[in-house]
C-alpha cells in the first residue's frame, strides 16, 4: 500500500498530518505536483514534480496507483478513475469518495462548472477548518486500520 497526494492544491495541515502518518506506519508517501517544495527527509517520504501542463499530476497518480493505495485529492474525475483501479480517495476535508458516491459528485462538479461557465457566481469551497482536518485524519486512520 502507497499513499498518493495531489500535492498542489494539498492544504499545509494535511500534509504535516501524512508526513507524521508516513513515519509512524512506515509507509510510502508519495506528494505529486507542479513545483517542489520541502518536505520532512524520511524513506517514506518522495516528492515527485511532474510537468506545469494542465492536471498532469492527476495522471501521474493515475498511472502510479493501484488496488489498495490511498489517493488523497478534492480533485473528483482523479477521485473516480483512482477508484476505477481499486484505490481509496479521500478528500483534504476528510470526505471518503467511493464507488457508491463518486458518479453523483461527478455531476455536480459537471453541473457546477456549467454554471460557472455561463457566468454564475457561485463561490468557492469553505476555507479548511479544524474540523477538517479532524475530519481528514479520522479517515485516514480508518482506512490504515483496514489494511
Known amino acids: 500500500m502507497k ?6 492544491a494539498c ?15 512506515q509507509i510510502e508517501t508519495l506528494l505529486v505536483a507542479n ?5 520532512p527527509r524520511s524513506p517514506f517520504i518522495q516528492f ?5 501542463g494542465f492536471d498532469e499530476a492527476d495522471k501521474w497518480i493515475v498511472e502510479q ?9 478534492q480533485d473528483i474525475p482523479l477521485a473516480a ?9 479521500i478528500s483534504p476535508k476528510g470526505v471518503l469518495f467511493t464507488e457508491d458516491n ?3 459528485r461527478l455531476s455536480m462538479r459537471n453541473f457546477m462548472e456549467e454554471l460557472r461557465g455561463a457566468g454564475e457566481n457561485i463561490g468557492g469551497p469553505a476555507a479548511f477548518s479544524q474540523a ?6 479520522n479517515q485516514l486512520d480508518c482506512l490504515l486500520n483496514k489494511k
Open 48 to 52: 515527485k514534480v511532474v510537468s506545469h
Open 132 to 137: 477538517d482536518r479532524r475530519n481528514f485524519a
Open 35 to 39: 513545483q517542489r517544495f520541502n518536505t
Open 65 to 73: 496507483c493501484e488496488s489498495g493505495d490511498i489517493v488523497i485529492s
Open 11 to 25: 492544504p499545509n495541515p494535511v500534509k504535516d498530518i501524512l508526513y507524521r502518518t508516513a513515519q509512524r506506519a
Open 81 to 89: 478513475e483512482a477508484i476505477a483501479k481499486g484505490a481509496k480517495v
Open 102 to 104: 463518486i458518479k453523483q
Open 3 to 8: 499513499i498518493y497526494v495531489d500535492a498542489d
